[in-house]
Nanobody, 123 residues
């Protein structure tokens, strides 16, 4: 099992930056691919970015490509989401997830979720 704690959300201006963190407990962190999802009010939760267990492969939603960067620090059992050039439509609650990659290279989420961290972007 793995427990996840999300942090780093807050208020940013459009064009600004935030860095989210997801701290994982448990010795199995390095065996999980990690993903970030977000959910805005009235909308379904959507995929944002993922990184393989080794950290060598990443995937991004088209809406955040070139603006967001996912990374992981195995020594700290932490995954990060650096968000630059924020837009009002990026406002949502962001959640990390410990999952895996399919054979086709897609991130598959599990039942291991962080509690979420709120991102607000002012225009």
């Amino acid at each position: 099992q793995v427990q996840l704690v999300d942090s780093g959300g807050g208020l940013a201006q459009a064009g600004g930056s935030l860095r989210l963190s997801c701290a994982a407990s448990g010795r199995t962190f390095s065996t999980y691919a990690m993903g970030w999802f977000r959910q805005a009010p009235g909308k379904e939760r959507e995929f944002v970015a993922a990184i393989s267990s080794s950290g060598t492969s990443t995937n991004y939603a088209d809406s955040v490509k070139g603006r967001f960067t996912i990374s992981r620090d195995s020594a700290e059992n932490t995954v990060y989401l650096q968000m630059n050039s924020l837009k009002p439509e990026d406002a949502a609650v962001y959640y990390c997830n410990a999952g895996r990659y399919s054979s086709g290279g897609y991130f598959i989420s599990s039942n291991y979720w962080g509690q979420g961290t709120q991102v607000t972007v002012s225009s």
